[in-house]
């Protein structure tokens, strides 16, 4: 029996920055607290009808490579937030959009967070990837999270010593058997692995493309070799795939028009990949989340 409250052949094109054509099969929302116990009845559907879910967030990094996807989406849409101007303390739902947020506290007064304005990521996103501007890591000023294992459906709050948070990195990533409700952050201190100086308002206002990008597509290998810099060494900097084309403002930012389809970027992916693999015995590790069947 279909559950009544799972929608059905859902548009789910603007989920993702790409803006590609895509559907999903089965599609559920989680607005409310309330929401979250209707995931076991949702797991126990999936289990009797060998249906995988996935779960994506307030937050676009997704590239969706499928025109319809036979698994069951879940999209978590939290929202709620409260800074406690004494403590300094951020309480904040999982599904909020950490650039509004960041930009929220900047006019009210408090910078700590100004990097992560325009960050287009959701608390979730961040938390799940470790998320970072100009040094500034999410894990930085990271507390604990309120979580739903789920295998057990008891909701933990994790610590920040129990997030095993690295470069791109978390046990939310490493494991993918919590979801994620809540968070809480400290923004007393500001607490950076690098000093930077750089004013991330002006940068992402001139010197990032705008467009159907997700941002930075590839991993940095290392400080020394960026990826963008690679991508123009093996000239893919002004290389279009059809309606997909590295940006020549930025050429980590991956691009696409409203004519891309999913296999253009894949094609372009693929061989920014190959080129750089077989000219510099480097692997190019995509940031962004691709999404198959």
Same mark, same amino acid.
């Given at each position: 029996?279909?559950?009544?409250? +799972? ?20 599609? =559920?929302?989680?607005? /409310? ?27 676009? $990094?997704?590239? !969706?490579?499928?025109? %319809? ?8 849409? @939290? ?9 300094? +303390? ?25 990097? !992560? ?12 990837? $470790?998320?970072? %501007? ?7 000023? !990271? ?20 997030? $095993?948070?690295?470069?791109? /990195? ?8 919590? =979801? ?9 201190? @500001? ?25 930075? !597509? ?6 020394? $070799? ?19 084309? =590295? ?23 693929? +061989? ?11 692997? @190019? ?9």
């Amino acid at each position: 029996m279909i559950l009544d409250y +799972l929608k059905k052949d859902i548009d789910i094109s603007g989920l993702s920055n790409f803006k590609t054509k895509a559907k999903s099969k089965y599609y =559920f929302e989680i607005s /409310s607290r309330q929401d979250i116990d209707k995931l076991v009845d949702i797991y126990k559907f999936a289990w009797d009808n060998n249906i995988n879910i996935l779960f994506i967030w307030w937050g676009t $990094n997704l590239l !969706f490579a499928f025109d %319809c996807f036979d698994w069951i989406i879940v999209k978590n849409c @939290l929202k709620w937030w409260k800074y406690d101007q004494k403590t300094k +303390l951020l309480d904040i739902y999982s599904s909020e959009y950490i650039s509004d947020i960041a930009k929220a506290l900047y006019e009210s007064g408090q910078t700590l967070w100004k990097r !992560f304005i325009w960050l287009p990521w959701s608390v979730w996103w961040a938390i799940y990837w $470790n998320a970072w %501007c100009f040094w500034l890591e999410t894990e930085s000023n !990271f507390i604990s999270c309120e979580v739903l294992e789920l295998d057990t459906w008891n909701i933990l709050n994790i610590s920040k010593n129990e997030m $095993n948070f690295d470069y791109r /990195s978390s046990i939310i990533k490493n494991t993918n058997k919590y =979801f994620i409700i809540s968070a809480k952050f400290d923004l007393s201190t @500001l607490k950076e692995k690098y000093s930077s100086e750089v004013d991330n308002i002006y940068f992402r206002e001139h010197k990032q493309p705008k467009g159907n990008s997700c941002g930075s !597509f590839f991993k940095n290998p290392s400080k020394e $070799n960026s990826a963008w810099k690679l991508i123009e060494e093996v000239w893919l900097k002004w290389r279009k795939i059809w309606g997909a084309y =590295f940006s020549d403002l930025h050429s980590n930012f991956l691009m696409s028009d409203w004519n891309a389809t999913y296999n253009d970027l894949l094609e372009l992916i693929d +061989l920014a990949k190959n080129e750089i693999l077989n000219k510099y015995n480097i692997e @190019l590790v995509p940031e962004v989340r691709i999404i198959t069947n």
